[in-house]
T-cell receptor, first 114, second 114 residues
Framework: AQSVTQLDSQVPVFEEAPVELRCNYS??????LFWYVQYPNQGLQLLLK??????LVKGINGFEAEFNKSQTSFHLRKPSVHISDTAEYFC????????????FGTGTQLKVEL | EAGVAQSPRYKIIEKRQSVAFWCNPI?????LYWYQQILGQGPKLLIQ????????DSQLPKDRFSAERLKGVDSTLKIQPAKLEDSAVYLC????????????FGPGTRLTVT
């Protein structure tokens, strides 16, 4: 079975600083990878996804992520954060073959401070 | 385009009572999902429908949880009787088809069982 690990439960960062949110996954077969963002009292919104091809994926709101197969990682990055980026970020995986069940990590709370 | 609608947004009940949640997916979306998100954890898939048929309910506690999607459009998730550990946010999501890569999430229903 596949699993996702987000080691950092909280990441505080100052506005305009860069940030990296870490995600590692475990799976015996190939997977698709996703990052979702959840603002307070809202549902999840897709930030970006890796399906195949270039390992550097760009998403909405200036976020990007890099798929590293050898390290089974899919870290999320933004070169300069804004107050409005304060939210919970979830990494998720889905098997490439059959079905579209998402397995989520436990989430990372990004808190952007002035 | 209207998003995924859920009601109620908040519900407080006592243990052993019953509760029902309603979800209206995006128009035309054939696949509907119910997730349970316990505080501090990522969403966990409870049940997945393809039109009005169940695709995956392997993580649904069937002794107390039930769900239906009678006309292949909106769906109801019921808990009877509720336990304290059922306190969570219940998220509904939909996607255009079973193989679609993006799931669109509703705002969720926050259930508190006292």
């Amino acid at each position: 079975a596949q699993s996702v690990t987000q080691l950092d439960s909280q990441v505080p960062v100052f506005e305009e600083a860069p940030v990296e949110l870490r995600c590692n996954y475990s799976s015996s077969v190939s997977v698709y990878l996703f990052w979702y963002v959840q603002y307070p009292n809202q549902g999840l919104q897709l930030l970006l996804k890796y399906l195949s091809g270039s390992t550097l994926v760009k998403g909405i709101n200036g976020f990007e992520a890099e798929f590293n197969k050898s390290q089974t990682s899919f870290h999320l990055r933004k070169p300069s954060v804004h107050i409005s980026d304060t939210a919970e970020y979830f990494c998720a995986v889905r098997l490439t073959g059959g079905g579209n069940k998402l397995t989520f990590g436990t989430g990372t709370q990004l808190k952007v401070e002035l | 385009e209207a998003g995924v609608a859920q009601s109620p947004r908040y519900k407080i009940i006592e243990k052993r009572q019953s509760v029902a949640f309603w979800c209206n997916p995006i128009s035309g979306h054939a696949t509907l999902y119910w997730y349970q998100q316990i505080l501090g954890q990522g969403p966990k898939l409870l049940i997945q429908f393809q039109n009005n048929g169940v695709v995956d309910d392997s993580q649904l506690p069937k002794d107390r949880f039930s769900a239906e999607r009678l006309k292949g459009v909106d769906s109801t998730l019921k808990i009877q009787p509720a336990k304290l550990e059922d306190s969570a946010v219940y998220l509904c999501a939909s996607s255009l088809a079973r193989g679609s890569y993006e799931q669109y999430f509703g705002p969720g229903t926050r259930l508190t069982v006292t």
